[in-house]
């Protein structure tokens, strides 16, 4: 497998994953039914309810999949020991609430029922019949594979190619301290200008005249 295959399936894996786990904050992640005598009602809570700081982890693990694509080698690192502390917290937070899907509901109890304190809320809810989905297990999943992504990175960050030129700070420097650029580098000619440089300061004269003019002149 190449250097660039590898690079390209480490920053997939991290955005894919990431991205999973957003997803598993759109679903239910269970049901709970109230028929009793003094209550009578059907809550369902989603994962952003359940875990809510997966939001957060995922959104950060996107923008690390985007800025692995142009960080340099030193920075690779970084950033992939910061996704892995961000997989490890998906895995964690959903596990929490694939744990004990109770407290998913307590926001909505307290306010259907104006029982304020936990031990009240959880009575309430024992009380119910409680039925979960299988979307907290993806959301572990998905953490587990951020995880993994970012180990990936870290061993084999070193083999992968640098950055193109349209995101580096390196510019060739002639023995004159002038600054050389390629003739079909578009990008850096547009930066040079930018800059105040001219980058047809090294043309031989006459190399950009019109060849029209020149056959008036000799006319």
Same mark, same amino acid.
């Given at each position: 497998?190449?250097?660039?295959? !590898? /690079?390209?399936?480490?920053?997939?894996?991290?955005?894919?994953?990431?991205?999973?786990?957003?997803?598993?904050?759109?679903?239910?992640?269970?049901?709970?039914? !109230?028929?009793?005598?003094?209550?009578?009602?059907?809550? #369902?809570?989603?994962?952003?309810?359940?875990?809510?700081?997966?939001?957060?982890?995922?959104?950060?693990?996107?923008?690390?999949?985007?800025?692995?694509? +142009? @960080?340099?080698?030193?920075?690779?690192?970084?950033?992939?020991?910061?996704?892995?502390?961000?997989?490890?917290?998906?895995? +964690?937070?959903?596990?929490?609430?694939?744990?004990? =899907?109770?407290?998913?509901?307590?926001?909505?109890?307290?306010?259907?029922?104006?029982?304020?304190?936990? *031990?009240?809320?959880?009575?309430?809810?024992?009380?119910?019949?409680?039925?979960?989905?299988?979307?907290?297990?993806?959301?572990?999943? @998905?953490?587990?594979?951020? #995880?993994?992504?970012?180990?990936?990175?870290?061993?084999?960050?070193?083999?992968?190619?640098?950055?193109?030129? /349209?995101?580096?700070? #390196?510019?060739?420097?002639?023995?004159?301290?002038?600054?050389?650029?390629? %003739?079909?580098?578009?990008?850096?000619?547009?930066?040079?200008?930018? *800059?105040?440089?001219? =980058?047809?300061?090294?043309? %031989?004269?006459? %190399?950009?005249?019109?060849?029209?003019?020149?056959?008036?002149?000799?006319?």
């Amino acid at each position: 497998m190449t250097a660039k295959r !590898l /690079k390209q399936l480490c920053i997939l894996g991290t955005l894919l994953a990431a991205g999973l786990a957003m997803l598993t904050l759109t679903q239910p992640w269970a049901a709970l039914s !109230l028929h009793t005598s003094e209550f009578e009602r059907d809550f #369902t809570h989603s994962g952003g309810d359940a875990g809510t700081a997966i939001m957060g982890l995922a959104i950060a693990g996107l923008a690390a999949g985007g800025a692995l694509a +142009i @960080a340099g080698r030193f920075f690779r690192y970084v950033i992939a020991i910061l996704v892995v502390i961000l997989g490890v917290g998906i895995t +964690i937070a959903a596990a929490v609430g694939m744990g004990d =899907p109770a407290l998913g509901f307590y926001p909505e109890v307290r306010q259907f029922s104006g029982i304020t304190d936990a *031990a009240g809320v959880r009575e309430i809810v024992n009380q119910g019949t409680m039925t979960t989905t299988g979307w907290p297990v993806v959301a572990v999943v @998905a953490g587990i594979l951020l #995880t993994l992504a970012a180990v990936a990175t870290i061993v084999t960050a070193r083999h992968w190619p640098e950055s193109s030129r /349209k995101y580096s700070r #390196t510019r060739l420097v002639a023995e004159d301290g002038t600054t050389v650029i390629p %003739e079909d580098d578009r990008v850096s000619q547009w930066d040079a200008l930018s *800059a105040g440089d001219d =980058p047809t300061d090294g043309d %031989e004269p006459g %190399e950009h005249d019109d060849p029209r003019e020149t056959t008036a002149e000799g006319k």
